[in-house]
């Protein structure tokens, strides 16, 4: 079953205004914030291509998306208040995925929590097109956790959690023509994109819906330095352990996680 990967358009919107689509794709933008209703990121979705047996989610796509080769360098993250983090350290993270349906190249993208959860096998997270949002992807470390984000639509926001269990390795359905986001500039021989591997880990009762992550992104909240309040085309983002400890314990103030699996 073919995932879905490409360069996705990602227009989210406050609840007060229709929310539509998104997904995987960020900018290395630092300190701009960008309205979600521009986002053009692309947001990660599931599909089955007749041709192909790999999975290809939907990723977002930056209309800033920089253009470099496949071998550009791989940075050290940088915590959100602009820091070198520490190697050793724990780090966390937030990908971004469409729940509803959305057809690329025939192929329908969607990828929920929901469909995570029903997934028996790590499942890769491909269709990343944005070299910003690559170069997240292969910073992770195995063992490493990530926030679920729903994506261009209604009601978009965190939802659940997931572990990385496999880090970055080439992502082949950039290669394949059929795929939801071939690119003809990725040689097999030379890849440009990368793929993680990832397990669901838990659904939260109630989701933090993006119009609380602005409230409380404003300057002195909690979140007024989070990367994906900041880069809202960013499709896969840096999550800081005080960020990651302040949502959770707002996730178990309003009931908790559903079907929470170990940590591997």
């Not at 990967?5 to 701009?32: F, H, I, M, Q």
């Not at 910073?139 to 729903?150: C, I, P, R, T, V």
Request: charged content about 30%.
């Amino acid at each position: 079953m073919p995932k879905r990967k490409a360069a996705l358009l990602e227009t989210e919107s406050d609840v007060s205004s229709t929310l539509r689509r998104s997904t995987r794709r960020k900018s290395s933008a630092p300190n701009t914030v960008v309205n979600e209703n521009t986002d053009s990121n692309t947001t990660k979705s599931r599909s089955k291509s007749k041709t192909q047996a790999v999975k290809t989610k939907a990723k977002v796509t930056q209309k800033t998306q920089a253009k470099g080769a496949s071998t550009e360098p791989v940075e050290t993250p940088k915590t959100n208040d602009g820091g070198a983090s520490d190697s050793s350290d724990r780090w966390y993270w937030l990908l971004k995925a469409e729940p509803e349906s959305r057809f690329e190249n025939g192929i329908d993208v969607k990828f929920s929590i929901d469909d995570l959860a029903s997934r028996k096998d790590p499942e890769p997270w491909d269709g990343i097109r944005a070299y910003a949002a690559r170069n997240n992807l292969r910073s992770m470390k195995k063992g490493e956790l990530a926030f679920f984000y729903h994506s261009n639509c209604k009601e978009p926001g965190l939802v659940g959690t997931m572990e990385i269990v496999q880090e970055h390795s080439p992502d082949l359905s950039a290669h394949d023509p059929k795929a939801p986001y071939y690119d003809p500039s990725s040689k097999p021989e030379d890849p440009k994109w990368s793929v993680v591997h990832v397990k669901f880990r838990s659904k939260f009762a109630q989701p933090v819906g993006l119009k609380e992550l602005r409230e409380m992104g404003k300057p002195g909240k909690p979140l007024e330095n989070m990367q994906m309040l900041k880069q809202s085309r960013l499709s896969v983002s840096r999550v800081s352990p005080l960020e990651w400890k302040y949502l959770m314990d707002l996730v178990q103030a309003q009931g908790g996680e559903l079907n929470a699996t170990k940590a591997a």
